[in-house]
Protein backbone atom coordinates (compact mmCIF):
# COMPACT_ATOMS: atom_id res chain seq x y z
CA UNK A 1 0.00 0.00 0.00
CA UNK A 2 2.88 2.31 0.89
CA UNK A 3 4.70 2.13 -2.54
CA UNK A 4 1.21 2.62 -4.22
CA UNK A 5 0.80 5.81 -2.39
CA UNK A 6 4.18 7.10 -3.28
CA UNK A 7 3.23 6.33 -7.18
CA UNK A 8 5.68 3.42 -7.67
CA UNK A 9 4.13 0.97 -10.06
CA UNK A 10 3.20 -2.81 -8.11
CA UNK A 11 5.12 -5.82 -10.66
CA UNK A 12 4.79 -9.37 -9.65
CA UNK A 13 8.50 -10.81 -10.32
CA UNK A 14 8.39 -14.12 -11.54
CA UNK A 15 11.99 -15.26 -9.99
CA UNK A 16 12.61 -13.96 -6.26
CA UNK A 17 15.75 -14.07 -4.67
CA UNK A 18 15.88 -16.51 -1.18
CA UNK A 19 18.94 -16.53 1.35
CA UNK A 20 18.44 -20.41 2.26
CA UNK A 21 20.71 -21.66 5.40
CA UNK A 22 21.56 -25.27 6.03
CA UNK A 23 23.68 -28.00 7.52
CA UNK A 24 24.15 -31.84 7.87
CA UNK A 25 21.74 -33.57 10.74
CA UNK A 26 24.05 -33.52 13.71
CA UNK A 27 25.28 -36.85 14.71
CA UNK A 28 27.59 -38.67 17.25
CA UNK A 29 30.14 -38.24 15.21
CA UNK A 30 29.80 -34.70 14.11
CA UNK A 31 27.95 -32.95 16.82
CA UNK A 32 28.83 -29.58 15.36
CA UNK A 33 28.23 -30.06 11.31
CA UNK A 34 29.32 -27.24 9.45
CA UNK A 35 26.87 -25.01 8.29
CA UNK A 36 26.16 -23.62 4.57
CA UNK A 37 24.48 -20.53 2.79
CA UNK A 38 23.46 -19.60 -0.56
CA UNK A 39 21.38 -16.45 -2.63
CA UNK A 40 19.44 -18.55 -4.96
CA UNK A 41 16.55 -17.52 -7.59
CA UNK A 42 14.00 -19.31 -7.74
CA UNK A 43 10.15 -19.44 -8.31
CA UNK A 44 9.40 -20.41 -4.94
CA UNK A 45 10.54 -21.79 -1.96
CA UNK A 46 10.14 -25.19 -2.76
CA UNK A 47 12.24 -24.64 -5.93
CA UNK A 48 14.86 -22.68 -3.95
CA UNK A 49 15.44 -25.39 -1.61
CA UNK A 50 15.45 -27.69 -4.32
CA UNK A 51 17.84 -25.74 -5.57
CA UNK A 52 20.00 -25.45 -2.31
CA UNK A 53 20.11 -28.88 -1.73
CA UNK A 54 21.08 -29.68 -5.93
CA UNK A 55 24.01 -27.85 -5.52
CA UNK A 56 24.96 -28.85 -1.93
CA UNK A 57 24.94 -31.93 -3.10
CA UNK A 58 27.72 -31.17 -5.77
CA UNK A 59 29.87 -29.05 -3.01
CA UNK A 60 30.16 -31.68 -0.37
CA UNK A 61 28.17 -35.02 0.87
CA UNK A 62 25.01 -33.56 2.07
CA UNK A 63 21.69 -34.63 0.63
CA UNK A 64 18.38 -33.75 1.52
CA UNK A 65 18.07 -37.17 3.15
CA UNK A 66 20.97 -36.37 5.38
CA UNK A 67 20.43 -32.64 6.26
CA UNK A 68 18.10 -29.34 7.61
CA UNK A 69 17.24 -26.51 6.41
CA UNK A 70 17.47 -23.81 9.56
CA UNK A 71 16.53 -20.62 7.63
CA UNK A 72 14.35 -19.65 3.90
CA UNK A 73 13.75 -16.02 3.78
CA UNK A 74 13.27 -14.30 0.56
CA UNK A 75 15.21 -10.70 0.24
CA UNK A 76 13.66 -7.97 -1.01
CA UNK A 77 15.28 -5.09 -2.58
CA UNK A 78 16.00 -1.86 0.11
CA UNK A 79 15.01 0.82 -3.09
CA UNK A 80 12.53 -0.06 -5.88
CA UNK A 81 12.76 3.02 -7.51
CA UNK A 82 15.80 3.71 -8.44
CA UNK A 83 17.58 1.92 -11.85
CA UNK A 84 21.12 0.39 -10.67
CA UNK A 85 23.19 -1.85 -12.91
CA UNK A 86 23.67 -5.18 -12.72
CA UNK A 87 26.76 -7.51 -13.54
CA UNK A 88 26.05 -11.30 -13.88
CA UNK A 89 28.32 -13.96 -13.82
CA UNK A 90 26.69 -16.76 -15.18
CA UNK A 91 27.45 -20.91 -15.94
CA UNK A 92 25.50 -22.03 -18.99
CA UNK A 93 25.61 -25.74 -19.94
CA UNK A 94 24.70 -25.44 -24.08
CA UNK A 95 24.36 -28.33 -26.65
CA UNK A 96 28.53 -28.24 -27.39
CA UNK A 97 29.59 -27.84 -23.69
CA UNK A 98 30.05 -25.58 -21.07
CA UNK A 99 30.53 -22.10 -21.05
CA UNK A 100 31.11 -18.92 -17.80
CA UNK A 101 29.52 -16.06 -19.00
CA UNK A 102 29.36 -12.45 -17.89
CA UNK A 103 26.86 -9.99 -18.82
CA UNK A 104 25.23 -6.99 -17.66
CA UNK A 105 21.59 -5.54 -17.49
CA UNK A 106 20.10 -2.23 -15.79
CA UNK A 107 17.02 -2.80 -13.96
CA UNK A 108 15.27 -0.84 -10.84
CA UNK A 109 15.33 -4.17 -8.97
CA UNK A 110 17.79 -7.28 -8.85
CA UNK A 111 14.67 -10.32 -9.68
CA UNK A 112 13.55 -8.02 -12.52
CA UNK A 113 17.72 -7.87 -14.19
CA UNK A 114 17.23 -11.96 -13.54
CA UNK A 115 14.16 -12.17 -15.43
CA UNK A 116 16.20 -9.95 -18.07
CA UNK A 117 19.11 -12.31 -17.84
CA UNK A 118 16.54 -15.31 -18.47
CA UNK A 119 14.90 -13.62 -21.22
CA UNK A 120 18.18 -12.41 -22.72
CA UNK A 121 20.13 -15.83 -22.88
CA UNK A 122 16.85 -18.25 -24.30
CA UNK A 123 16.86 -15.55 -27.08
CA UNK A 124 20.20 -15.18 -28.12
CA UNK A 125 21.98 -18.16 -26.59
CA UNK A 126 18.59 -20.92 -26.54
CA UNK A 127 19.43 -21.77 -22.60
CA UNK A 128 16.84 -22.79 -20.79
CA UNK A 129 16.91 -21.93 -17.47
CA UNK A 130 17.31 -25.31 -16.00
CA UNK A 131 21.08 -25.42 -17.83
CA UNK A 132 21.84 -21.43 -16.08
CA UNK A 133 23.85 -21.22 -13.26
CA UNK A 134 24.23 -17.67 -11.62
CA UNK A 135 27.49 -17.84 -9.69
CA UNK A 136 27.07 -13.99 -8.81
CA UNK A 137 25.54 -10.82 -8.67
CA UNK A 138 26.76 -7.65 -8.21
CA UNK A 139 25.07 -3.71 -8.35
CA UNK A 140 27.57 -1.88 -10.33
CA UNK A 141 28.36 1.77 -10.61
CA UNK A 142 28.50 3.69 -14.09
CA UNK A 143 31.97 3.36 -14.06
CA UNK A 144 32.71 -0.34 -13.31
CA UNK A 145 30.38 -1.52 -16.51
CA UNK A 146 31.59 -2.50 -19.59
CA UNK A 147 29.21 -3.48 -21.90
CA UNK A 148 27.96 -1.39 -24.70
CA UNK A 149 24.16 -2.07 -23.97
CA UNK A 150 24.31 -1.03 -20.43
CA UNK A 151 27.16 2.33 -21.41
CA UNK A 152 24.58 4.12 -23.77
CA UNK A 153 22.81 5.06 -20.69
CA UNK A 154 25.12 6.77 -18.73
CA UNK A 155 26.06 10.19 -18.91
CA UNK A 156 24.32 13.51 -19.08
CA UNK A 157 20.81 13.36 -19.07
CA UNK A 158 20.82 15.62 -22.39
CA UNK A 159 22.67 13.18 -24.14
CA UNK A 160 20.73 10.68 -24.03
CA UNK A 161 17.72 10.46 -27.56
CA UNK A 162 14.95 8.59 -27.71
CA UNK A 163 13.66 8.86 -31.30
CA UNK A 164 9.95 8.47 -32.32
CA UNK A 165 10.26 5.74 -34.88
CA UNK A 166 6.59 6.33 -36.14
CA UNK A 167 5.32 9.70 -35.68
CA UNK A 168 1.47 10.73 -36.24
CA UNK A 169 0.53 13.77 -37.50
CA UNK A 170 -2.56 14.81 -35.96
CA UNK A 171 -4.90 18.24 -37.14
CA UNK A 172 -3.58 21.02 -35.89
CA UNK A 173 -7.25 21.71 -34.74
CA UNK A 174 -10.11 20.38 -34.10
CA UNK A 175 -12.36 22.06 -36.92
CA UNK A 176 -9.62 20.04 -38.97
CA UNK A 177 -10.53 17.02 -38.29
CA UNK A 178 -12.30 14.52 -40.37
CA UNK A 179 -13.49 11.07 -40.60
CA UNK A 180 -12.08 10.86 -44.14
CA UNK A 181 -9.08 11.69 -45.94
CA UNK A 182 -8.52 12.17 -49.70
CA UNK A 183 -5.58 10.41 -49.39
CA UNK A 184 -2.98 8.25 -47.35
CA UNK A 185 -0.87 10.03 -44.95
CA UNK A 186 2.37 9.76 -45.05
CA UNK A 187 4.82 8.19 -41.89
CA UNK A 188 7.91 7.82 -43.45
CA UNK A 189 10.54 10.01 -41.81
CA UNK A 190 13.28 10.35 -44.90
Excluded at 44 to 55: G, I, Q
Excluded at 115 to 137: F, G, N, Q
Aim: charge should be positive; hydrophobic fraction near 35%; charged fraction near 30%.
Amino acid sequence: RGARARGAAMVKYTYHQYHIVGRHVPTEKYPDPKVYRMKIWATNDVRAKSKFWHFLKQLCRVKKANGQILACNEIFEKDPETVKNYGFWLRVESRSGVHNMYKEFRDVTMNGAVERMYLDMASRHRARARSISIIKVLALNDNQCTRPNTLQFHGKKENLKFPLPQKVIRPSSKQYRTLFKAKMPSVAKF
